[in-house]
Each structure stands twice: as structure tokens, then as C-alpha cells.
T-cell receptor, first 113, second 116 residues
Framework: SQQGEEDPQALSIQEGENATMNCSYKTSINNLQWYRQNSGRGLVHLILIRSNEREKHSGRLRVTLDTSKKSSSLLITASRAADTASYFCATVNRGSTLGRLYFGRGTQLTVWP | GAVVSQHPSWVICKSGTSVKIECRSLDFQATTMFWYRQFPKQSLMLMAT?????????EQGVEKDKFLINHASLTLSTLTVTSAHPEDSSFYICSVPHQGANEKLFFGSGTQLSVL
């Protein structure tokens, strides 16, 4: 059921720097979502971008979507140590069951103070 | 506050025992809930879709007799790992669609199962 692929698998940066994570997927989608997971915890929804949208912002987060390339990126600006977590993209595929998500492998982000 | 409550947060059990994990939707009724499994440093793999009032829908390769799902009410779904073995050790997470819309999911905090 895994659909997306994120890269890099791991990213290590200093506080204040920007972090960019990429996600690729394989089929037609209704929307793409980014989630955050702290170690050993559940997932927290960050942002959703629909298939007819190209860019979306939420606070320090910026998400882009290129449906022609079947890819998305998540940019976290001015990163903080508290941003350290795993980040997953997930797609809702066209025609799929309500609420059914396909997750990528995730990017482990470490932000050093 | 939390929208989805999942417990226990962790459980250690002996091989051969059964473990029940509960997932409750606190803020709204949910006719559908999802159960995921996650191995260390891996992605979430959908195991099954829990349907209130009917049988759960299992993903390919997931044993329905091994992972029993009961959607007892509009706010509660349970996953029972029957006759657990060490290879069943994993992080199990439930999720609830946001008010029935094909949008974001709310996730439980997860259950770490360790089978000795």
C-alpha cells in the first residue's frame, strides 16, 4: 500500500536553516498531505494540497505540488530544534476509499541547536 | 486536545497471548477507521479498514484471523493481535478520517507492542 517515496531519507541541519524534503508518487491523486511524527508517537497532520493546487503555505511551511512530475516538496523555513521529527508525505489516490492514505518512507529531519 | 484516543501506549506480552488495542474517536462519530503498522524507521503500512456495522476490509497479505478488528460503535474500533509472536512486535497506529471527508486523518498516539 506504500505509494510515495521521500528523499532524502535523512536530513541534518542547523537551527535557522531551511529544510527541504521531496516526495514522489506513482498514480493520479486527489490530494497529497504531509505529516509529522515524533519518535514513537502518532502522526500529526501538517498541510494538505489538492491536485489542482500548485503551492500552499502554512506558517513556516511551504508545500509545492507538480502533478506532471508526480512530485511534491515540503519546505520548512527558519528551522528550530523542535522541528526534529520524521516527515511523511501521503496521497489520497483518485477513486480510492474515503480516508485511505498511502504513505511514503519518510524523511528523518534533525535540527541541531 | 486529542481527537483520537488509542491505548494502551505500549504493551509487553509473552508469545502466544492475545493483545487488544483500542481506538476511540473523541470528537465525532466515525463509521470508518484505519489500522496501520509501522516497523522501526519504516513507513506506515495500512493493515485494514474498520467499518462500523460490517466486516473489516483487510489489505493483501494481512491475516484476518491473526488481526481481529471489531468496530463496536461509531466511536470505537479494536484491533486484537491473536496468539502474538515476536514477529508481530511493531508500532500499531489507528486513524480516523476528519468528519467523513476525504481529507486529513487524525491519528492515535500509537501502541508499541513487544512480544517476548
Amino acid at each position: 500500500s506504500q505509494q510515495g517515496e521521500e528523499d532524502p531519507q535523512a536530513l541534518s541541519i542547523q537551527e535557522g536553516e531551511n529544510a527541504t524534503m521531496n516526495c514522489s508518487y506513482k498514480t493520479s491523486i486527489n490530494n497529497l498531505q504531509w505529516y509529522r511524527q515524533n519518535s514513537g508517537r502518532g502522526l500529526v497532520h501538517l498541510i494538505l494540497i489538492r491536485s489542482n493546487e500548485r503551492e500552499k503555505h502554512s506558517g513556516r511551511l511551504r508545500v509545492t505540488l507538480d502533478t506532471s512530475k508526480k512530485s511534491s516538496s515540503l519546505l520548512i523555513t527558519a528551522s528550530r530544534a523542535a522541528d526534529t521529527a520524521s516527515y511523511f508525505c501521503a496521497t489520497v489516490n483518485r477513486g480510492s476509499t474515503l480516508g485511505r492514505l498511502y504513505f511514503g518512507r519518510g524523511t528523518q529531519l534533525t535540527v541541531w541547536p | 486536545g486529542a481527537v483520537v484516543s488509542q491505548h494502551p501506549s505500549w504493551v509487553i506480552c509473552k508469545s502466544g497471548t492475545s493483545v487488544k488495542i483500542e481506538c476511540r474517536s473523541l470528537d465525532f462519530q466515525a463509521t470508518t477507521m484505519f489500522w496501520y503498522r509501522q516497523f522501526p524507521k519504516q513507513s506506515l503500512m495500512l493493515m485494514a479498514t474498520s467499518n462500523e456495522g460490517s466486516k473489516a476490509t483487510y489489505e493483501q497479505g494481512v491475516e484476518k484471523d491473526k488481526f481481529l478488528i471489531n468496530h463496536a460503535s461509531l466511536t470505537l474500533s479494536t484491533l486484537t493481535v491473536t496468539s502474538a509472536h515476536p514477529e508481530d512486535s511493531s508500532f500499531y497506529i489507528c486513524s480516523v478520517p476528519h468528519q467523513g471527508a476525504n481529507e486529513k486523518l487524525f491519528f492515535g498516539s500509537g501502541t508499541q507492542l513487544s512480544v517476548l
